[in-house]
């Protein structure tokens, strides 16, 4: 028998469904609702993160689009310019050189003997005709001395023999007027001639040794005046290579030092043989070259001289000539064996156009420049260089004078950029 479900009261059901359908609230002891102003501070809070998050994520989107606004806009490049301008370039022909002393003497004492005194300090610029050095005089004044007293007694046998041939002379004339009066005979009379005209060849011989007598002076003079030696040539004089105290000789090879023109001095420095007509011809005419001395990294400039001769020949294995010039070298900036680069002026060009080496670019299609038209755009444009100095290059073809060309920013420019100028 089934059990057939219990029907709850009428007020159950109306309670059940009065409880559904109505919020339960719990009550304190007094009755009262419960505070939820958290849960308020919570769903505030969230509607103000969104906020934020939405006005951040606006402000990214306008920064992206600004950003793509400008990035369609060309990139303005800045650069430095300066002018083309009408000017004459020196024609130069560039050459290796080297320093050499216009002239080098090695000091030799000319006779021999011990060193007694050496009177230069290594390193110091000597006169011509200054003392250098001592050798002992004393033998060389002994042998004076001798070759003085071999001239007097030379001197004194030539009175006596002149004393006798004048008394030889008149005997001679008294006996020819004795033998005219038949007093002598003839060849007492011959006798007497025979007598003064040997006291003549005595006389001769006298002379002569009077002669080697005045010779053998001046030679111990000449080297007793060589006991000093003195500079042949004005320069500056190296290392010594003798001590006082040695012995010293004519024959030694190092001599005592050695001696170097530096004021004026030599370069001489080589060119190209197809180069050398040219400098040939204007030498020929007499015109006057200059040349230049720059040092090593070719910057400084060294000294200012002028082309004195080529050399005769062309060196077959190198295809060069050598050329000398000589420099007056007042401040001593040039030193022997220097090596230095020569520039020698050939010529001058006339009214062409010039610009800064700075600004030639170089590509695969040869040499070209960047010009700034007026649009403050540039355009690549090839040139043709000719002449080149110091900083500054000659054009020959493809720049007008008054143009404006790029002479630093032009590795970061291309055909057409635009660009901010700034003066040079």
């Known amino acids: 028998m089934r059990n057939s479900p219990a029907v709850e009261p009428p ?53 992206a689009t600004t950003a793509a606004k400008a990035a369609m806009k060309p990139r303005v490049i800045p650069i430095v310019a300066a002018n083309a301008r009408t000017g004459n370039m020196p024609v130069y022909l560039e050459g290796l050189g080297t320093v050499t002393p216009f002239n080098t003497v090695t000091v030799r004492p000319r006779v021999d003997g011990q060193l007694v005194a050496v ?70 009379l011959d006798t007497q001639l025979a007598t003064a005209d040997q006291i003549r060849g005595s006389i001769e011989a006298d002379k002569a040794s009077i002669a080697a007598a005045q010779a053998a002076i001046d030679s111990a003079k000449l080297n007793l005046s060589w006991t000093k030696v003195l ?52 030498l020929q005419r007499g015109i006057t070259m200059h040349v230049d001395a720059y040092d090593r990294d070719d910057k400084q400039k060294l000294g200012g001289g002028t082309l004195q001769t080529v050399d005769n020949t062309i060196d077959p294995t190198t295809g060069t000539s050598r050329l000398k010039a000589v420099f007056p070298n007042p401040d001593l ?40 038209k007026d649009d403050n755009t540039v355009a690549m444009r090839p040139v043709k260089l000719g002449m080149s100095e110091g900083n500054e290059v000659s054009i020959e073809d493809g720049i007008r004078p008054g143009e404006r060309v790029v002479v630093d920013g032009a590795e970061k420019l291309t055909e057409g950029s635009q660009v901010s100028v700034s003066r040079r």
């Open 333 to 372: 900036s040039l030193f022997p064996n220097q090596f230095v680069n020569a520039r020698l002026w050939l010529d001058t060009e006339r009214n062409v156009t010039i610009i800064p080496a700075t600004a030639i670019q170089r590509g695969p299609t040869g040499t070209f420049v960047y010009v700034v």
């Open 11 to 63: 007020e159950a059901e109306t309670s059940r469904s009065h409880a559904t359908a109505v919020p339960h609230f719990d009550l304190d002891e007094r009755g009262s609702q419960k505070s939820y102003w958290w849960v308020w501070l919570l769903i505030f809070a969230a509607i103000a993160y969104g906020c934020y998050r939405l006005y951040v994520f606006e402000q990214n989107k306008k920064e």
């Open 231 to 282: 500079a042949p040539i004005s320069g500056r004089i190296g290392l010594r290579q003798v001590d006082a105290g040695n012995m010293v000789h004519a024959t030694d090879q190092n001599g005592l030092a050695t001696i170097a023109q530096v004021q004026p001095i030599s370069v001489l420095f080589t060119l190209p043989e197809d180069q050398l007509p040219e400098v040939l011809k204007r």
């Open 119 to 188: 009177t230069f300090r290594e390193g110091q610029f000597v006169r011509k005709g200054e003392v250098l050095a001592e050798i002992d005089p004393s033998p060389f004044q002994v042998a004076l001395s001798q070759a003085q007293g071999t001239l007097a007694e030379a001197k004194g046998t030539l009175f006596k023999d002149e004393a006798a041939l004048r008394d030889a002379q008149v005997n001679y004339q008294r006996y020819q007027q004795l033998y005219k009066d038949q007093i002598i005979a003839k060849q007492q």
